[in-house]
């Protein structure tokens, strides 16, 4: 993303106009007009100009340093920290939210720079502050169709779908025509299960050209298909426009190869799918990923976690239901979540967030090993005080509150030093089924590494030899939870998550389907339905053209 401001920011610069000299007087030589110096307010607002114009051209270290030449010069300027706010966005959150803090005390009247902190908290999924700030920007700014299509977004996530959908239509009352208002509203009827009133949306949106390859995409997600429906051609035919652009022609790719896969024509879905892939160009660094799944299986040892329990929070509240993506985690988090005492609060970043904050991430350049030694038992107390504080927000009186964060299967050793007592559910599948589910999706460039089918499989290789070496050093302490054995039997499988979360069984967790709430994943249909087994061995469709990823996977193939 290069221009990381939001829409309207010029408004926030005071832009003085350059003073005018006296005119002339009649009869006399027209003097040569002296060249004023700019003021210091003039001087600031043009390096300001000049760091946005390096922001958009990508040059975002020269952006930076204009704007600590202006904080230098004019000490905490609320434009120049706003605007380094969000060079930090996409790279470091923690500095984004300093910088626009210190913006809004400079300026708290000003709705953008509310706005904007409360999409970083947004993304972090850190509700509370973030529909707060969105909630004071739109109460300075009612019209403001950004901050209310924030709002209707941190509520869907939040799981109040049902608060979302009047800010939406006040969004379009506002905009009939906004891109995040027009997709915003279907998506949260979306995620309440309204399935036909969200298509009804998304074609209103397709007839009005806008955002069409998101649009489409997310229409065919909202039923199967049984009959080649017309928009299979509208497709095709859209894809035949170079304006799209590399971003639109992934969408457009995989709508059409979700309905052919409806359709049972998969030779043509696989071939749409490969090529949405390869449009989206994401690569990922398989033999840097090895290495470091590496130095976390050299780090986390049975001593070194046993050395460091004694400093965890006690908690039985928090449960972590990891595994691969696609791999039955949102059909798991609600089977769970259908219990009384159980709050299913979806996929939440907190943990993400605490990991990276200790750089112990994938790419930080600091190993494993240096990060874990920088935890000094205070440091764990608090971090597992201010997660379970950060759960607590979501339902403060439930037993247990799920996080389905499926990539936490990365941070299961961190998760036992914060947490000795926490659950963690892992959600296993059939590796081919799993990889294909996943790269048939239209991932973000974070799941980079399910775009190529090789790639992909040597991936699921990695991922599958972290899950064994916390096995090993936490034996009997995972639940594993197949997907085919839950397709299976569903009760028995059922009340052996139930009495794995030490909690006595309840019927409601047989029709988890019916429950209501918010589900913003690419299950959403899915789980409002019965158990349905016609996605276990469904790669068997795709088998002549997959071979790349049934070698990649190796001994872990079920053929």
């Known amino acids: ?68 030449r202006v904080l230098a010069r004019t000490p905490e300027h609320p434009l120049a920290l706003y605007i380094l706010g969000t060079l930090g966005i996409g790279y470091d959150d923690e500095k984004v939210l300093r910088y626009f803090a210190r913006a809004i005390a400079q300026e708290p009247l000003n709705p953008y720079y509310h706005l904007s902190l409360g999409q970083a908290y947004l993304r972090l999924s850190e509700f509370t502050p973030a529909i707060k700030h969105i909630q004071y920007a739109v109460a300075l700014k009612p019209d403001l169709v950004e901050a ?14 049902e608060m979302a959908l009047p800010l939406f239509e006040k969004a379009l009352r506002v905009d009939r025509d906004h891109p995040t208002a027009r997709l915003g509203l279907p998506r949260a009827l979306a995620s309440l299960g309204r399935m036909d009133e969200a298509s009804v949306h998304l074609k209103e949106a397709i007839d009005r050209r806008i955002a069409v390859p998101a649009a489409y995409n997310a229409l065919v997600r909202t039923h199967k298909f049984t009959e080649e429906p017309p928009e299979l051609a509208a497709i095709l035919t859209e894809l035949q426009d170079p304006d799209h652009g590399s971003k639109g022609a992934t969408a457009l790719h995989h709508a059409a190869g979700k309905l052919l896969n409806d359709l049972g024509r998969y030779k043509g879905a696989m071939e749409h799918f490969k090529k949405g892939n390869q449009a989206g160009g994401n690569r990922f660094d398989l033999q840097s990923y090895r290495r470091w799944v590496d130095a976390l299986i050299e780090t986390f040892t049975p001593d070194l976690v046993a050395s460091r329990t004694a400093s965890g929070n006690v908690s039985e509240v928090p449960v972590f239901v990891v595994g691969m993506p696609r791999s039955g985690t ?50 764990s107390r608090a971090l597992a005080a201010e997660h379970l504080a950060y759960l607590r927000e979501r339902a403060p009186d439930a037993l247990r509150i799920v996080d389905k ?25 059939d590796a081919i089924d799993n990889c294909i589910s996943c790269f048939v999706l239209q991932f973000s460039e974070a799941h ?88 276990v061995k469904q790669w068997r469709n795709y088998e002549s053209e997959i071979q790349p990823l049934i070698e990649a996977l190796g001994d872990l193939a079920d053929i």
């Open 1 to 68: 993303m290069n221009n990381r401001l939001p829409p309207a920011w010029a408004k926030h610069l005071n832009t003085q106009p350059a003073p005018k000299g006296a005119p002339p007087k009649v009869g006399q030589p027209k003097p040569q007009p002296a060249k004023a110096a700019p003021s210091r307010a003039q001087a600031n607002d043009m390096m300001l100009r000049q760091a946005l114009e390096f922001q958009q051209e990508n040059r975002l270290p020269e952006a930076e340093e204009l704007c600590h």
């Open 148 to 161: 209310l299509c924030a709002l209707g977004d941190a509520y869907n996530s939040f799981d109040k779908g």
């Open 405 to 429: 964060m499926p990539h936490n299967f990365e941070l299961v050793g961190l998760i036992s030093i914060l947490f000795p007592n926490a659950r963690i559910i892992h959600c296993r599948r």
């Open 330 to 379: 949102t059909l798991t988090e609600q089977i769970c979540a259908s219990h009384p005492n159980v709050h299913g609060a979806g996929e939440l970043t907190k943990l993400r967030r605490t990991s990276n904050g200790l750089d112990l991430r994938f790419g930080s350049g600091i190993s494993p090993g240096e990060a874990i030694a920088s935890m000094t038992p205070q440091l």
């Open 448 to 535: 980079s590494y399910s775009a190529d089918l090789e790639t992909l499989g040597l991936y699921y290789r990695e991922y599958d030899r972290l899950m064994r070496h916390w096995d090993k050093i936490f034996p009997g302490r995972i639940f594993e939870n197949r997907y085919e054995t839950l397709i299976e039997n569903q009760e028995k499988q059922s009340r052996c998550l139930i009495d794995y979360l030490g909690l006595p069984w309840d019927d409601t967790c047989l029709r988890f389907f019916d429950r209501g709430g918010s589900v913003n994943t690419y299950s959403n249909w899915q789980v409002r339905q019965p158990i349905y087994t016609s996605s």
